[in-house]
């Protein structure tokens, strides 16, 4: 913001003669040549009989003084103009310009740590890896419309959110999650096998390994419940269905594990999470 200058009044200054060393400070810029008029007592104030009178040529600093009887013609004045100019010049194209230092980064904000506590029956981290799955999902395949609670009811049957929520501060599982081993002993599952023997689901979203191959990122951890939401979203949407209506959502689930018991369980969580009533486990049906 600007300020307003006042300026000090000042008496008039009696006129002294004309001369050679006036015409002078006309035409030299200010502050390359000081030009004055001193007493012999040094108070600059005039007197009624002055004595030594004595006129100051020069660079602030280099004064060359001049006594008033002796004033110098205009062509004299003129070269004495033009030479402090030249001094003047040289000095400054002499003086180094320091570069302005750069301006210093910013440091980064860290962002504060996602609490681990319950939202809305969910733990903390497995409620935002959730949100941030459907955010994402969002942007990638805007056209399959997948709610988090879809995902939220598929963590809840699966593993109970991740055991209830034993994630470390990533939202990796302190213990990982395996399924028990597709040997064909179990009743209605198939046997499958990998390359190392029978085949383990994985995660806390319970990832068969050829599935999870397929359609997780690079460098993704089936333990990890962020990972692990993303990558089920994916699966999910895979089918080009509609899945924000309950028809292109049984569709989807049914993909995920081939039974209707299943899917009923899945809807029954994601309602209650999408409304808050939690559903009564008593009436569901036993997968």
Not at 50 to 62: E, F, M, R, S
Request: hydrophobic share 40%; proline share 10%.
């Amino acid at each position: 913001m600007g300020r307003h200058s006042v300026g000090r009044h000042r008496k008039p200054a009696p006129q002294r003669q004309r001369s050679a060393a006036v015409a002078m400070a006309l035409v030299v810029p200010a502050g390359l040549i000081t030009i004055g008029a001193t007493t012999a007592a040094g108070h600059g104030r005039p007197s009624a009989a002055p004595v030594h009178n004595t006129w100051t040529v020069g660079l602030a600093g280099d004064a060359v003084q001049m006594p008033a009887d002796q004033q110098a013609p205009p062509a004299a004045a003129a070269v004495a103009v033009a030479a402090v100019k030249s001094a003047a010049a040289t000095h400054q194209a002499s003086a180094p310009v320091a570069a302005p230092a750069p301006a210093a980064a910013p440091a980064p904000v860290a962002a504060p740590p996602v609490s681990n506590a319950p939202q809305d029956g969910i733990p903390g981290l497995a409620y935002d890896a959730y949100h941030s799955a459907e955010r994402a999902l969002s942007q990638q395949d805007p056209a399959c419309g997948l709610p988090w609670t879809v995902l939220a009811g598929i963590g809840r049957i699966e593993s109970n959110q991740g055991n209830g929520g034993q994630f470390d501060e990533h939202g990796t599982m302190l213990t990982p999650i395996y399924g028990p081993a597709l040997d064909g002993s179990l009743p209605g599952n198939e046997i499958i096998t990998d390359g190392s023997g029978y085949a383990r689901a994985e995660g806390p979203m319970q990832f068969m390994p050829t599935t999870w191959a397929a359609y997780a990122a690079p460098g993704a951890n089936p333990q990890n419940i962020y990972d692990a939401a993303l990558t089920a979203g994916k699966y999910l949407c895979s089918g080009g269905e509609n899945l924000r209506d309950i028809g292109g959502q049984t569709h989807a689930i049914l993909r995920y594990n081939h039974s209707m018991a299943y899917v009923a369980n899945v809807l029954a969580w994601s309602t209650g999470y999408a409304t808050g009533i939690a559903p009564l486990v008593d009436s569901l049906p036993k997968i």
